[in-house]
């Protein structure tokens, strides 16, 4: 049984070392230092509360994937800030807005733009799966190469079968970073970025970093 699930990509052991050593740069050295940054394909899991940061965290990562092709943004909990994303220098034509009323749509509408090949990288907001979808979004991110990062809350059950899955916890100042797996990967350190190098206009008048400014948020 165990060896049926590892054969379809859905378990690793952890005491095997992955053969994929393709990462692209965070942009953030604390964290490139001890990953080597983000997996370039496949499934990244981010547990997070909303505003945290965990948009400002894969920026850099969205950058390099929207210099190909589309990102599809399926289902946030609110608007992300169009503003902040020119500001990045995000083109917002190359973003593609998709909510729907039910986890099967939403997981279809993931599937199509991962296979699509015009979209190297999706942003779902979403927080239980069954082995059954990670399976065929695994096999969808294959396709071409294609990046699924999914945002959950930080008490939902842990993904199976991503390619890297981290826990998000903000200080004043900070953003903790928990590793909690690495598909073939082992740290035994956890990363601990300093964003107030990065973003000092959050901290001029010396306030938490929440809420993101990354959303803007309906009235």
């Not at 733009?113 to 979209?119: F, I, N």
């Not at 069954?130 to 294609?146: P, Q, V, W, Y």
């Not at 953003?175 to 206009?201: C, D, E, T």
Request: net charge neutral; with cysteine.
């Amino acid at each position: 049984m165990l060896q049926q699930l590892k054969d379809k990509n859905i378990i690793w052991f952890a005491n095997e070392q992955s053969t994929d050593n393709s990462y692209l740069a965070s942009g953030y050295r604390e964290l490139d230092y001890i990953t080597g940054g983000f997996p370039s394909s496949g499934i990244i899991e981010v547990k997070s509360l909303l505003g945290s940061g965990e948009i400002r965290l894969l920026l850099h990562y969205l950058l390099k994937k929207s210099d190909q092709e589309m990102i599809a943004v399926i289902n946030p909990p609110s608007l992300l800030s169009n503003e902040f994303l020119l500001q990045q220098n995000i083109n917002l034509d190359q973003l593609i807005y998709i909510n729907t009323d039910s986890i099967d749509d939403a997981l279809w509408s993931v599937e199509y733009c991962l296979k699509s090949g015009l979209c190297p990288c999706v942003l779902l907001w979403q927080n239980s799966f069954s082995f059954k979808s990670i399976r065929r979004l695994n096999l969808a991110c294959e396709t071409n190469g294609s990046s699924l990062i999914v945002y959950t809350i930080p008490d939902s059950t842990p993904m199976n079968g991503v390619k890297l899955s981290l826990s998000l916890h903000p200080t004043d100042t900070d953003l903790k970073i928990i590793i909690n797996k690495a598909k073939g990967k082992v740290f035994s350190k956890q990363p601990i970025i300093n964003m107030q190098n990065y973003w000092p206009r959050l901290y001029e008048q010396k306030r938490p970093i929440r809420p993101d400014k990354s959303f803007t948020f309906a009235s």
